[in-house]
């Protein structure tokens, strides 16, 4: 199976948090959508805050070291970390990301 581990982080970050998770191999593809504004209550303000989206996708195995790889890179103190499990997935992609993720 395949998740995909959905975070936004500033933009300024972004590449570097996707570079870093598929050099270490605990990802197979991060897609980093720029151009998002998230809103969300924090110290009990509302913000506005100019974000890129990453979209991670990471073979079901590999989910746990993604996730702690992931605050480990990631510059926010709680950063938004959720893991969907895709309920399909082509044959040929999954096995390309499997072998993508093999510990070196």
């Known amino acids: 199976m395949l ?3 959905l975070t936004s982080c500033p933009p300024a970050q972004a590449q570097r948090i996707a570079d870093e998770l598929v050099e270490r191999r605990v990802a197979a593809c ?17 913000l506005h805050e100019a974000e890129s989206l990453l979209l991670i996708k990471v073979p079901a195995e590999r989910t746990q070291a993604c996730v702690s790889a ?5 510059p926010n103190t709680t950063p938004e970390i959720v893991v ?3 309920s399909q997935v ?9 072998r993508e993720c093999q510990p070196a």
């Open 90 to 98: 082509a044959d040929a992609y999954l096995a390309w990301a499997q």
């Open 84 to 86: 969907v499990a895709a």
């Open 30 to 46: 991060v897609s980093v959508v720029p151009g998002a504004v998230s809103t969300f209550r924090w110290q009990g303000k509302v």
């Open 3 to 5: 998740n995909v581990i």
């Open 70 to 74: 992931l605050q480990d890179a990631h």
